[in-house]
């Protein structure tokens, strides 16, 4: 599955999700000074860290996530690359990482299967003080009309990637999940609400057909100690 993990979200997002990604890169790249310290978290094959020192090669970026597997492609991929991403395998809701470590934290297409209220409180330990947190990911759309004929989409195309890829029976129980799990998460307005909950501030939105595809960026208060 690594191998082919984000080819198969490029079928079954026709191609969405590498685009909206690189516009995720691309904003978060424009608030960061050079070599600042970054922490991808739920990092997977590196997709973030990637297109990230891509753009600024300067930047000291860190990743964390749940599957040794995930993480021994995404470091092969840095490999190619010649690029250094300090990466290892740990459990994002209880990260090791002393408080204040990071000028930004990243987090991509894995906030529905986590804890998030957890996650995102330690996400806000890590940072620095004025540090940003970047989300991205898709979300419920925030329009009904959109949100109908939208999960029905995702069914259809989780099925087909799963079949042109050749996924086992298992994996083929999980067609429903993905759809299920969208159904029942936030829109991003929700988000951004939560987001002020958790004690981030600032919060600037950008989505794509009303939440399909929706990035976050929130500050830390400079005042928290």
Known sequence: MPAYYDKGNAVASLGTCSRW??????AIAK?????????????????????LLAIDPTLEVHAVDGSP?????????????????HAQVCDAHVLPFADGSFDAVTLQFASRHLQLVKVLKEIHRVLKPGGIFCHNDMLRPASRIVEAPYLVFLRLSVWFTAKLFGSSADSMKCVGYFANAIRHFYTPHELSELLKEVGFVGTENRSFLT??????????PLDVE
């Open 69 to 85: 597997h995930m993480t021994a492609e995404g470091q092969s991929r840095a490999r190619e690359r010649n690029l250094t991403i």
């Open 31 to 51: 608030r960061m000074p050079r070599g600042s310290k970054v922490l991808d978290v739920c990092s997977g094959t590196h997709d973030v860290p990637l297109r």
């Open 211 to 220: 939440g399909i595809m929706s990035y976050h960026i929130s500050q830390k």
């Open 21 to 26: 990604s690189n516009t995720f890169a691309a």
